[in-house]
């Protein structure tokens, strides 16, 4: 299956952000892009791999007895 390209608009749908949020992230050279003439394009893999990249894991919690400030309660 070829490879698919998004626009702007597209990447910013599928991160959930405002199309500023990816504008910024390619003036910023966070994230690799395709440029056709005026065209800005993110391959779909990219940005998976951008996601992958970005997210992260949660933690097990584990209770000592202690607040989240660090005081014991």
């Known amino acids: 299956m070829p490879e698919q390209y998004l626009t702007v ?3 910013a749908e599928r991160l959930g952000t405002s199309e500023r949020f990816p ?3 390619i003036a910023e050279r966070r994230i690799a892009f395709v ?4 065209h800005v394009r993110i391959a779909e893999s990219v940005l998976d791999s951008y996601i992958e990249a970005s997210t992260v894991p949660a ?3 584990v209770r000592s007895g202690r607040s989240r400030f660090g005081r014991t309660a």
Request: a positive charge; hydrophobic letters at 40%; proline letters at 0%.
């Open 9 to 11: 608009a597209q990447v």
């Open 35 to 38: 440029k056709i003439g005026t």
């Open 23 to 25: 504008r910024r992230l």
């Open 59 to 61: 933690i097990r919690s």
